[in-house]
């Protein structure tokens, strides 16, 4: 006989599962936690090298001589800038064009759903201008793109300038192998979507009108960003996280590195410098809030430079922000031209996209890497506890309970709770997940009506409302349904709700490991322990604080501590509220899938738990 | 007193009379030496085997060698120059048609005058070996062909990426070094060359020349097996490396040589020690009928015909001695009956093995295993599901 069809050794097995559970879960969930946290520690960690073998390890010896010329472009920008008011268009082009590129415009508008808070416009306009140069000998088959925003007021002009200088410099070299891009593009993120839907061809997003470009040059190979906001930097920071958590290939990483040491320019990763000392406490500290910044910004989604939205096309590009802080060492305009310039020649040698390094890794620090094989064990980990849970309640499913008082007790057991008591809780949680998405950009006007309130705020506090409102439903829905409410009958609910979650989360960790990651971290136990059995207020209250707003709320405090700005409760509170609005604006404007995920998906989930504390 | 001053003379008139004719003897003798030596003509196959811009070296180090063959004397007619990729014309070279070989751009060792049989995607095992072995399609150009005869002496210069036993062609296909020994051994049994040097320079080149199995082959490789040969140097300039060591050091060694140089193989082997490789070069004797001390570089790097001037009439009518060995060889050969190779070596692939006609008792293991079967079994269920079973 099998082992599982055995009787006696089926009841053996999973006596051991029932009496071992909780212990195992807890296990699971504190290893989960430790293993995430020791991938931080450096001796767990790999050393990053350059897996591409065409940009090998020889360095040419860069020669871009003109900075201080490149600094005089970015004065002239801003003047123009601030004549015009807005992006020097005209101007831009004139330039461009002597210095023999093949110059297009681009103009864009956007319908934003409701105006964001900084900058309060409902439609943005703007013009994207960009420079081609093509390649002297080869085919117009491949380009590399380097650009610069256009920022209103006096930031990222020394960005333009050098931008300009870098091309004039190009322009007088023969070994270019593909064309290379020059692009200025108005109002940060949103140009950027348009220029590349424009490019491409492509309709990702509605509300969109452009006038498709007219020049092209071939298909992008890789992008690199330029934010330079001063004459002199003391560091250089790189910005990887991008559209959706997705990062570039590692190697673009390794090579501004490589660069960064051949030069003798510091380089930092969200913002921090590395430190030697692994072995101690503070060396360790400082890993790991270096790859639980990178864990926070991935996680949200968010692009976190223009080069953020390049990445959806399978265009490896990384920004690069120049800092200038107190040290006393400072890096010229012209060691920065030397690095972008070696590295857009290494990226010239390239012959295939970068394919041959990782594209999930975590970074604790500039040097150091964690592949997608070493961190999602700890993921695992935590998907174990809900399986167990399963398991757990399919065992007791399939048992008949114990005849106890008298035989009249067991009339219950044998018919499975009717299919409308479980289907019923799924629905209506889910029409509440669908009104979270839809109502609070659909009924701003009605809210501006009635409350004087500004649209933004609108929108946010519908959402607050909607999602608190969703805490009342398992008072209602049991009005709906009548003579239900057996044992049996929340155990099958938890029993599609624990597996409902496993895919779920499952499936978000594979695209956005730290999305997954911070989610599951909070809803892996409320959703193990939570029965009807428990008393109520206290796990109420556990479970409000487990669930998926909170976390966002959590993240945000983590965020402003690790970023070294620590703010205080009603300054986190109003950051919260920004940063849900930024959510539905990022999904409306450029496609993340944060925001439908978590109203959709995720908070119906954690409602159906929410069902079964409240189960009678 | 007469008669002692009667002795010198006669002697010194006889060394005066005798002289001429020891003279002549002397000339008959190096005559007889002209035809001794094996080969008649050289020729040179000379392959790249990678493309893409960072293996800029590759190409620079073959054209290096061809350009040290051709100096020596070699002519275009008679190498085959294979080169899988084109760095001259390359977008990304800052320095269109040429190919530097020394930093600071000291020899351009691309020209007018480089003559490339093989290239692009034409370099592949298959046209390789067929260049070696001659079955090319009859269509082929004379310029891509090796026609070679039993009394060349053929250089053979392998470069690129490889490995342990392989050689990687244009970054899809390999040759293995077992298919290298066959056609080496195809072109002996084809009476195509007399005397062969294969210089190979890849990371665990030796592994390459394992296997030969064919008379008259000298082979030297840069690095042994498990060992990485390794580039020279990086041009800042260009931004590749330019040259492989073994071959830089080759090259320096080569152009010291002229045509007239009477340098041999001994100091070839010389040739880039591990302090300036950082890998061991290797070479292979033990296949080559001369002592490697006696074979002259010029041999096979350089087509150098033998003149010598002479006042003096030399009488060819008699047959000439040749060497002993070489004639026992000779004989050898011609005596033996030359058969092709069997195409079905029937009883290698079908194992009679002749049928046992008594029996024999189990193995041991399988007993054991079967008693232990049993024994759990019984365990378990009890002796009464003995009935069960008999």
Known sequence: MGLLSDPNRRKAITSLLTRLNTPICVV??????????????????????????????????????????????????????????G????????????????????????????????????????????????????????????????????????????????????????????????????????????????????????????????????????????????????????????????????????????????????????????????????????????????????????????????????????????????????????????????????????????????????????????????????????????????????????????????????????????????????????????????????????????????????????????????????????????????????????????????????????????????????????????????PKALSAVAMVLLSPGCTILYCVFLFQELQEVPVSLAEGWMLFLSVISQGILDHALYGSLVYPLLALLVYPCWLLFWNILFWK | MAKFLFVTICTVANLFAFLPVIHGNNFETKATQFFSSGHTNNWAVLVCTSRFWFNYRHVANVLSVYRSVKRLGIPDSHIVLMLADDMACNHRNPKPATVFSHKNMELNVYGDDVEVDYRGYEVTVENFLRVLTGRLPPSTPRSKRLLSDDRSNILIYLTGHGGNGFLKFQDSEEISNVELADAFEQMWQKRRYNELLFIIDTCQGASMYERFYSPNIMALASSQVGEDSLSHQPDLAIGVHLMDRYTFYLLEFLEDIHPASQANMNDLFKVCPKSQCVSTPGHRTDLFLRDPGSVLITDFFGSVRKVEITREAINLTNPTELPQDLTSLRNELKSEALFYVDQLPVADIIHQKPKQKDWHPPDGFILGLWSLILLVFFKTYGIKHLKHIF
């Open chain 1, 87 to 534: 992006m020097p268009v005209d101007w831009l082009v004139k330039t461009m064009r002597a210095q023999g590129l093949e110059v297009f415009t681009q103009s864009f508008s956007r319908n934003l759903p409701f105006p964001d808070e900084s900058k309060e416009r409902f439609v943005v306009r703007g013009t994207n201008v960009y420079g081609i140069l093509r390649a002297p000998r080869a085919p117009r088959t491949e380009a590399l793109v380097l650009s610069a925003p256009c920022s209103p007021g006096n930031s990222n002009n020394q960005a333009v300038g050098l931008l300009l200088g870098l091309a004039q410099y190009f322009r007088s070299q023969i070994y270019w192998a593909k064309d290379i891009i020059f692009l200025v593009n108005e109002h940060d993120l949103i140009g950027v979507q348009a220029w590349l839907e424009g490019y491409h061809h492509t309709n990702i997003t509605e509300n969109c009108r452009i006038t498709s470009s007219l020049g092209r040059a071939g298909s992008i190979q890789a992008a690199l960003s330029l934010e330079l906001n001063s004459d002199v930097v003391t560091s250089l920071d790189l910005v990887l996280e991008g559209l959706n958590g997705q990062l570039p290939n590692l190697d673009l990483a390794n090579l501004f590195h490589a660069f960064c040491q051949k030069l003798g320019i510091l380089c930092t990763i969200q913002g921090k410098l590395q430190r030697s000392d692994w072995d101690t406490v503070e060396g360790y500290t400082h890993s790991a809030q270096t790859m639980l910044l990178m864990v926070l910004k991935q996680a949200s989604g968010r692009p976190w430079g223009e080069h953020g939205l390049f990445l959806r096309y399978h265009i490896e590009a990384a920004s690069i922000r120049g800092v200038n802080s107190f040290r006393q060492y400072k890096t010229d305009a012209t060691s920065i031209g030397r690095l972008f310039e070696g590295m857009v020649r290494k990226l010239n040698n390239l012959l295939e996209r970068l394919h041959q390094s990782y594209f999930f890794y975590l970074m604790p620090s500039l040097t150091r890497f964690v592949s997608i094989g070493y961190y999602m064990p700890a993921f695992g980990l935590l998907t174990t506890i809900l399986l167990l849970r399963a398991l757990d309640l399919w065992v007791h499913l399939g048992t008949p309970t114990p005849v106890t008082e008298d035989g009249v007790g067991e009339g219950e057991s044998p018919s499975s709770p009717g299919l409308l008591s479980v289907l019923t809780p799924v629905v209506i949680s889910h029409l509440t997940g669908v009104a979270l998405y839809t109502l609070p950009v659909l009924s701003q006007e009605m809210a501006v009506e009635h409350f004087p309130v500004s649209e933004t705020e609108a929108v946010v506090l519908t959402a607050i409302a909607i999602y608190t409102a969703g805490l009342a439903l398992p008072h209602n829905t049991h009005r709906l349904i009548s003579g239900e409410g057996t044992e049996q009958g929340w155990r099958v609910l938890k029993l599609v709700a624990l597996l409902y979650l496993a895919v779920l989360l499952g499936c978000t960790a594979l695209i956005n490991f730290s999305l997954g990651f911070i989610l599951a971290v909070t809803l892996v136990p409320a959703a193990a322990c939570v029965t009807p059995h428990v």
């Open chain 1, 28 to 85: 699971c969930y504190l290893a989960g936690i430790a293993w995430f946290m020791g991938l931080a520690f450096e001796p767990f960690t790999l050393r990053t090298y350059m897996s591409e073998n065409a940009m090998g390890s020889t360095m040419v010896e860069e020669r871009f001589p003109s900075g201080e010329r490149a600094l005089a472009t970015a004065r002239e920008f801003a003047a123009h800038k601030k004549k015009v008011g």
